[in-house]
């Protein structure tokens, strides 16, 4: 099974900012998709941010640009530059890459999450 590594996350003030980054291994032979999602005690697990290899993004409504998602094709990495942060961002944020392992194998792979506390 393939593990994303995450880094970033921690404390931070209401209208602080924070960076999220994501690597997948380079065995994988394609990914389609990648992004974050996040999930808050006894909420279901929701899109942050999303972009496909074309670069097309997808923001969750309650983005409002305030968060920017950027990858790395070659280097499989992306990562979420958070602004302006509010206590409802407080969350368990986790990273997601959807394509291909190998020729005939789907990839559907998570990172361990990382939590990120919006708080005075």
């Known amino acids: 099974q393939v593990q994303l590594v995450e880094s970033g996350g921690g404390l931070v003030q209401p209208g602080g900012s924070l960076r999220l980054s994501c690597k997948a291994p380079?065995?994988?032979?394609?990914?389609?998709?990648m992004g974050w999602y996040r999930q808050s005690p006894g909420r279901e697990r929701e899109l942050v941010a999303s972009?496909?290899?074309?670069?097309?993004?997808t923001y969750g409504d309650f983005v409002k640009g305030r968060f920017t998602i950027t990858r790395d094709n070659i280097k499989n990495t992306a990562s979420l530059q958070m602004n302006n942060l509010k206590p409802e961002d407080t969350a368990v944020y986790y990273c997601n890459a959807e394509g291909m392992l190998t020729a005939r194998g789907a990839l559907d792979a998570w990172g361990q999450g990382t939590r990120i506390t919006v708080s005075s």
């Open positions: 380079g065995r994988i032979f394609r990914i389609n998709d």
């Open positions: 972009m496909d290899r074309d670069d097309k993004t």
